[in-house]
């Protein structure tokens, strides 16, 4: 039998890679697998049939392996031996071990199972580094294995945190582990720094294989820094422990990469990445993103949106109803959600009967006074919070004085404030510059409702800082993604505004009483006018009577 063992190791080992010598496939109907450093192998694993990885040949001048596998949501174990113990063994879906090689060790082995009833699909690499490389994860304190490469991942509706064990300085085989925390200087571990990368999956593509394929781009240092974004990079004295803005239905991937600035080396920790939703859950899963009342709410608010962004000039007092349905729902919806617990469909009947209201009150506001600037001033404000919201929402939003919240929401106020401020001049340009904007974004909150859009979190981010107090910590890097000529062209020649309607009234009946040249002030009554259109309808039904003077004949 064991020679039957070394032949079949032959055998796989002879095998050619599929993409390039960087990948093959295997299975597990052999108990065991085999594996070449740096070189990504697929393989599926079934409850019942727990697999032997093996790596041979492994060079002298190695000091230590990291082994990872990785799933899109069920998870598989990763151990150094049969027996699963907490600090020599790993559960879930993004998971790695560093092995540690003794002298003249040329030979590796894990163990590799899962309890999940379906199979799972999974890919794995082992990497090697020599003695001058850190080692991720090498002053761990936190979690359970002595040498925890892992990235540890939570997500909630608000922000995505990862978190991670300090480093380690390199070392040769054999030799001691260098001191974790004995000094501070240039010859201990404070000397080392760690960059953030972050990566986007394809947007609206939840496939397994996707992300399998793009997770070899997150795996080694050259092709992180090549594909990926650094956020941010942190010292031996900042927490390790980076918190980004959730995500919902966008795959996500992260690595940190821990840098030797004195030897000039790095290496990587194992990448985790998130969808931040549940591929599992019976409502508001991965794959049926929003709740029904979500749906409802945003499909009748961009309805009206798209009246506004094409019609809402002419349509005057609709916009305004537009308009402080939008300025009331918003205030409204916050200070409900941090002052009550009521549930998330009740607050969204409430903010719609509070927007309403607003809507209605703006509108016989202007009905009744007339207050032109009063009413631009909504409309300017409105835009306003959308052009803020735009400017946090790009890079200067990660700036990290804007981590306060005093100076975030000073500068987004005066942001909003500007702008109708700057348009006070020229009112009408306000209002369809306003009308177009505002208008097709509701459409795109939406479409946000039924898929994923990343244009959503132009306000999303903002309401989110209202709502949540430790969300100015979060990084908000989104995967990124042009109708108001129409309206200006149309409204050529035309007066600025419609005039004030309850001062017309009142003209229209002065008028009438006054002006007796006024063909509209010899208007009958209505009971004449009524009886007058009767009399019409009856000489419908009446026989024609012959025309002209009958007389006998004279003979």
């Known amino acids: 039998m064991g020679l039957l063992r070394l032949l079949v190791l032959a055998v796989l080992a002879s095998e050619r890679s599929t993409a390039g010598g960087a990948e093959t496939v295997g299975n597990s109907s052999q108990g065991f697998l085999e594996f070449s450093v740096g070189k990504f192998r697929y393989f599926e694993l079934n409850r019942l049939f727990p697999e032997e990885a093996i790596l041979r040949h492994i060079s ?13 949501y069920r998870n598989t174990t990763l151990s150094f031996s049969q027996t699963l113990l907490p600090n020599t063994s790993g559960t879930g879906n993004d998971k790695g071990l560093v092995f540690i090689l003794r002298p003249e060790q040329s030979m590796c082995t894990w163990y590799l199972e899962t309890t999940d009833a379906e199979p799972v699909q999974n890919v794995a690499i082992p990497l090697s580094y020599s003695e001058r490389d850190p080692i991720p994860g090498g002053c761990n304190l936190e979690f359970d294995l002595d040498i925890d490469p892992n990235i540890y991942l939570e997500y909630n509706f608000f922000e995505t945190t990862i978190e991670f064990a300090p480093a380690n300085l390199g070392y040769a085989r054999g030799a001691d582990p260098p001191p974790c925390d004995v000094g501070t200087g240039r010859d201990f571990r404070w000397r080392l720094q760690y960059d953030v990368y972050q990566y986007f999956l394809p947007e609206n593509d939840l496939t397994e294989d996707v992300l399998l394929q793009h997770m070899q781009r997150m795996v080694q240092v050259p092709e992180v820094k ?68 979500t749906k409802v709410f945003f499909t009748l608010f961009a309805m009206l949106g798209l009246f506004i962004c094409f019609f809402g000039h002419r349509f005057w007092k609709t916009e305004l109803f537009f308009i402080g349905f939008i300025f009331m729902g918003f205030f409204f919806y916050i200070l409900v959600t941090r002052l009550t617990p009521v549930k998330y469909d009740v607050r969204l009947i409430l903010t719609a009967v509070a927007g309403t209201i607003g809507g209605i009150f703006l509108v016989a506001t202007w009905w009744r006074f007339g207050v032109l600037p009063l009413c631009m001033l909504c409309v300017g404000l409105v835009l306003g919070f959308l052009t803020a919201s735009v400017t946090f929402f790009t890079p200067l939003g990660n700036i990290k004085v804007f981590r306060d919240d005093g100076v975030f929401w000073v500068t987004f106020s005066c942001i909003a404030v500007l702008i109708p401020v700057v348009f006070m001049g020229c009112l009408r340009i306000l209002n ?21 859009t990343s244009l959503s979190y132009i306000t999303l981010n903002v309401l989110r800082r209202a709502l949540h107090t430790d969300f100015h910590r979060a990084f ?80």
Not at 239 to 259: A, E
Request: with cysteine; charged share 20%.
């Open 60 to 72: 002298s001048n190695v000091t230590f392996l990291i082994f990872q596998i990785h799933s899109q």
């Open 226 to 293: 090549a594909n990926a974004v650094k956020l941010v990079t942190l010292t031996a004295d900042d927490k390790t422990r980076v918190s980004f803005s959730s995500l919902r239905g966008q795959g996500v991937i992260y690595n940190v990469i821990v840098r030797d600035p004195f030897l000039n080396t790095s290496a990587a920790y194992v990448p985790a990445h998130t969808y931040a939703c549940s591929f599992e859950a019976v409502e508001g899963n991965c794959a049926s993103l929003g709740r029904v009342s």
């Open 432 to 452: 369809i510059l306003s009308c177009g904007i505002i208008g097709s974004y509701a459409v795109v909150l939406a479409i946000d409702s039924y898929m994923y």
């Open 476 to 555: 908000t890097n989104v995967p990124f993604q042009n109708n108001i000529t129409l309206q200006i062209r149309r409204e050529r020649g035309r007066p600025f505004f419609p005039p004030h309607p309850y001062k017309m009234w009142k003209q229209e009946r002065e008028r009438r009483v006054t002006n007796i040249l006024d063909p509209s002030y010899h208007i009958p009554p209505l009971r004449e006018r009524l009886y007058g259109r009767l009399t019409q309808i009856k000489e419908l039904f009446q026989e024609e009577q012959p025309a002209g003077e009958r007389t006998p004949l004279l003979l």
